[in-house]
């Protein structure tokens, strides 16, 4: 039993993930980190990075981790190493202004790091999350067909 588990824990490392699961993965992460929760009123949304952050030390220590785990994501889809220092200066940052008492709490809720970083993801792989500014084709009234 215990030789069949392990055979089909050696075709699952086979097999890998495929570029679309990464994605979907670092996209979930980001949006629960930046994006889970509308503030009533405000309009604003939060995420978990904000909420875990009021807790002092610990808060941003788990931020943190769990933004890591974006950046290396973004390694294993082969970014470059400037991109991903560029990842690692927006979780830097985060992590250290979040760190400071009411003052991080409030940066949190507008700094939006893992967004940030999957911009740079997106952008590297060549993945448009905006619809195009031009229409092609030929623009016709409707009265005059």
Known sequence: MKAARGDMFEVLKAA????????????????????????PGLNRRVGLDAVIGLVPGVGDAISAALASYIIWEARRLGLPRWKIARMVGNVAVD??????????????????????????????????KRRPREIEGTAVRVGER
């Open 16 to 39: 890998g993930s495929t570029r679309e699961d990464a994605l979907a993965r670092i996209g979930l992460l980001a949006k629960l980190l930046d994006n889970a929760f509308l503030i």
């Open 95 to 128: 992590t250290a202004i979040g760190a400071i008492p009411l003052a991080g709490d409030v940066f949190d809720v507008f700094f939006k790091a893992n967004q940030r970083n999957l911009r740079i993801i997106h952008e590297h792989l060549g993945i448009t």
